[in-house]
C-alpha cells in the first residue's frame, strides 16, 4: 500500500522538470504516487508531462491561482496518509522520500518533517534546514548559506519550509489547509505555526537531502512582488495566529521588527513597497480567518512565546555565523 503522494505545484517551469522528475524516478523506495498541479503554464509544461511522464498525474487549472491553491488541489486529491510537497525546482537524492516516511513515522504528532535543502550548485552549502520564526515578525531559514556538515542532528523546528516537506495528511482536516488567502509566501510558516498551536510538532530530517535552485518561479531574491506580499503575509501571520493578549504582549518587538526591515528595504530600493504591503495587511487583515483561542492549547502557546523570544537570538547566531563560514 501506498503511504506518499508526492504534489508539485508547476508555473512555466518547464526547464526544471526533467532534473525534478528524473530524481524522484531513481528514489529507493518507489512505493509514491506523483501529481503535478499546473497553474496555466504557456511554456509547454502540460505537453512534456504529457509525452515523457505518463506516470505523473496532471491536473490543469486555466491560470495561476498561487502556490497555495495548488497544493490545496493536490493535497485533497491524494489518497495517501502522508503528503510530499516538492518544488519544481529541485532535484532530490536517492532516499529522500524514504528517509522522510522514516522521520515521519517516529511519532503521530509529527505534523511535517522538513528535508535538508542544499544550494543547487554549491553542495556543501544549506539552503535552509527547516524555518524559524522570531518575536520581532522575522521568519528565516535555518542554516541558510552556512556550512552542510553543521547540520547533521535531527531537530525540532519551528515549521517546514514547503519546498520540500512531509506532511501529515489527516492534520489538515485538523487545523485546516494552506491559507489561499496568502496566494504565495508565509503560507508554510503560517500552516506551521497552526500546528505548533495544536500541539503538533515539525522535524529536521538531515538525511533527506535535496538541491534547490530557489526563486525559480518568481526568478529573483527580491522583486516588488515578493516584497509586497511577505511584508502583507506576515501581518496576516501574526494576527491568524496570535490571541489578543499575544498580541499585546509582542506589540513593541513585532513593531520595532517592521520598522528594521523597512529600513533595509529602503536601502535595496524596496523600502515604499515594503510598506505598501504592510498597510494592505493591516487593512484587509479581517478576511482572515483566526486560530479559535481555546484553553487546552494554552501551554503550546506559553511554549511558542518561549521559542519565539528565543528565536530573535539564534537569528543573530545564524547572521554572525554565515558572514564566519564564508
Known amino acids: 500500500m501506498k503511504k506518499i503522494t508526492v504534489v508539485i505545484p508547476n508555473y512555466n517551469g518547464k526547464h526544471f522538470l526533467n532534473p525534478c522528475l528524473s530524481s524522484l524516478q531513481k528514489q529507493s523506495m518507489k512505493e509514491f504516487d506523483t501529481i503535478v498541479v499546473d497553474n496555466g503554464s504557456t511554456d509547454g509544461s502540460v505537453e512534456l508531462l504529457e509525452k515523457e511522464y505518463p506516470w505523473v498525474e496532471v491536473i490543469k487549472r486555466d491560470k495561476n491561482y498561487g502556490f497555495c ?23 532530490v537524492e536517492k532516499e529522500f522520500v524514504k528517509e522522510l516516511m522514516l522521520e515521519m513515522e517516529k511519532s503521530p504528532k509529527i505534523f511535517s518533517c522538513s528535508s535538508k535543502m542544499l544550494h543547487f550548485t554549491y553542495h556543501d552549502r544549506m539552503d535552509d534546514a527547516g524555518d524559524m520564526y522570531s518575536i520581532v515578525g522575522w521568519q528565516f531559514q535555518r542554516g541558510v548559506a552556512r556550512l552542510e556538515k553543521n547540520f547533521q542532528k535531527t531537530a525540532d523546528v519551528f515549521s517546514s519550509c514547503a519546498g520540500a516537506a512531509l506532511y501529515r495528511k489527516e492534520v489538515f482536516e485538523k487545523i485546516g489547509y494552506f491559507d489561499e488567502g496568502h496566494f504565495a509566501y ?39 512582488f515578493k516584497v ?4 502583507r503575509n506576515t501581518v496576516y501571520l501574526n494576527y491568524k495566529n496570535m490571541p489578543v ?14 520598522i528594521i526591515k523597512w529600513v533595509f528595504f529602503i536601502r535595496k530600493g ?28 494554552f501551554f503550546h ?12 537570538f539564534l537569528y543573530i547566531y545564524e547572521f554572525f555565523m554565515r558572514r564566519i563560514e564564508r
Open 228 to 231: 509586497k506580499l511577505s511584508a
Open 301 to 312: 502557546y506559553v511554549k511558542i512565546e518561549w521559542e519565539l523570544f528565543l528565536n530573535f
Open 69 to 91: 491553491n495548488a497544493v490545496n488541489v493536490g493535497i485533497k486529491r491524494s489518497k495517501t496518509p502522508y503528503v510530499l510537497l516538492l518544488n519544481n525546482d529541485t532535484k
Open 245 to 258: 493578549v499575544q498580541l499585546v504582549m509582542n506589540f513593541v518587538p513585532l513593531c520595532i521588527g517592521y
Open 270 to 297: 524596496y523600502g515604499k513597497v515594503y510598506l505598501e504591503g504592510v498597510i494592505e495587511g493591516i487593512r484587509t487583515r479581517k478576511n482572515c480567518k483566526r486560530v479559535l483561542f481555546q484553553w487546552r492549547n
Open 186 to 224: 508565509l503560507e508554510d510558516m503560517d500552516i506551521g505555526y497552526r500546528a505548533r498551536i495544536y500541539g503538533y510538532r515539525n522535524v529536521f530530517c538531515p538525511k533527506a537531502r535535496v538541491y534547490h535552485v530557489g526563486s525559480g518561479t518568481t526568478g529573483a531574491k527580491y522583486s516588488e
